[in-house]
């Protein structure tokens, strides 16, 4: 199993740019998660789902959107990218326990 | 989930035991512990976990209190790859539909 792979690792973009983070997962692992993480700090949660077509907000999710059209793929959206969004970002699954994480997808917004 | 209070940071000496401790006064009967750790700009790793009997897998051991109002995460032979911020979590298994909230966790450093 590859686990859960993010893509990409590193992206700058400008100020009001999109782009779609994304994250898939070969477990077959029914809740997916994504976290940001900014510098020094814990992580925060972005939207969450716990099945394929069903997402919710987690405690930080204005900015982003998420979709989750199969069990495989929870892809993040940022529509207009602003300077707040400059963080690390990640991907997590889990079926029952524990939570198994990517290894992340460095975002600059400058 | 329970709160839970670790120190904030921990020296270790290379090829010494590593010894985390955690507080989980108000855990409930069902809750679980569950150990992370996150080395250095990767994403957190699951390390282990435990009800109410001390576990031991291939990377640590996890030392519950008869009362269950603490824990010790040991690492028996640290490493320099063991530096890493540790976090010390108390929820049900498998939690539901919420997710893990991670505290500030405990800065491991390992010394040469």
């Known amino acids: 199993n590859a686990g859960v792979t993010q893509t990409p690792k590193f992206r700058i973009l400008k100020i009001g740019q999109s782009m779609t983070l994304q994250c898939t997962q070969d477990?077959?692992?029914?809740?997916m998660y994504w976290y940001r993480q900014d510098p020094g700090m814990g992580l925060k949660l972005i939207y969450y789902?716990?099945?394929?077509?069903?997402?919710d907000k987690g405690e930080v999710p204005n900015g982003y959107n998420v979709s989750r059209s199969t069990t495989e793929d929870f892809p993040l959206r940022l529509e207009l990218a602003a300077p707040s969004q400059t963080s690390v970002y990640f991907c997590?699954?889990?079926?029952?326990?524990?939570?198994?994480f990517g290894n992340g997808t460095r975002l600059t917004v400058t | 989930d329970a709160k839970t209070t670790q120190p904030p940071s921990m020296d270790c000496a290379e090829g010494r035991a590593a010894n985390l401790p955690c507080n989980h006064s108000?855990?409930?009967?069902?809750?679980?512990v569950y150990w992370y750790r996150q080395i250095h700009s990767q994403g957190p790793q699951y390390i282990i976990h435990?009800?109410?009997n001390n576990e031991t897998n291939e990377m640590a051991s996890l030392i519950i209190t008869e009362d269950r109002k603490s824990s010790t995460l040991i690492l028996p032979h640290a490493t320099l790859r063991d530096t890493a911020v540790y976090y010390c979590?108390?929820?049900?298994?498998?939690?539901?539909?919420?997710?893990?909230?991670f505290g500030s966790g405990t800065r491991l450093q390992v010394q040469p």
């Open positions: 108000t855990i409930s009967g069902n809750e679980y």
């Open positions: 997590a699954s889990r079926l029952d326990s524990p939570l198994h």
């Open positions: 789902s716990v099945g394929a077509g069903i997402t």
């Open positions: 979590i108390v929820r049900v298994y498998g939690g539901g539909r919420r997710a893990l909230t």
């Open positions: 477990m077959n692992h029914n809740y």
């Open positions: 435990g009800l109410k």
